[in-house]
């Protein structure tokens, strides 16, 4: 694609990751004990599981589990719950990544907004290095992310460059909660 002009001074600043920067500040760590931790293993490998379970697993009472879970939802430790989808199945079988090039001086708040919107968009980060953002899409096939390319992202004022990756395999996600929570805190993982 080739290079865009620099868009109107009105985007212009000294800092275009000031307006960005307070979109995800990082919480303070909340303090977790061996059952927050344990709690959190358990409804990772199944998020379904009821109370009840729980309780029983940990040897607990089902109030005094549900009082722990509605604390780490409250402080924000447990901000959902959800389902991990097949996307070959459900027919995205496509996992693209894109790195994107804003214009110099570009305000990038305006290119995550215009980013957000677009529903194939699974995750978008703000990076260091050459590149100012990576974003993870899904697609159904190469006319797909054609038309997406085409239509959508080189349409958005304040894209410089784009670079585009297909992933050829996905490995299994690990399950991350499991893996970083269940050794006491301190401890390598």
Known sequence: ??????????????????AVADVAVPAPPVPLDDVDRQI?????????????ALARELGM???AVGERIARLERLGVIQGYGVRVNWSAAGYPMTVYLIITAVQGYQQQDLVEQLAVIPELEALDIVTGAMDMLARLRVRDHQHLRQLLMDCIWQIEGVQRTETALSLVEIEPKNLVADLLSAPPGEPA
């Open 1 to 18: 694609m080739p290079p865009r002009r620099r868009s109107p001074a009105s985007h212009t600043s000294a800092a275009p990751l000031r």
């Open 61 to 63: 009472s089902a109030p």
């Open 40 to 52: 959190l293993v358990l409804l990772s490998q199944d998020s379904r599981r009821s109370q009840r």
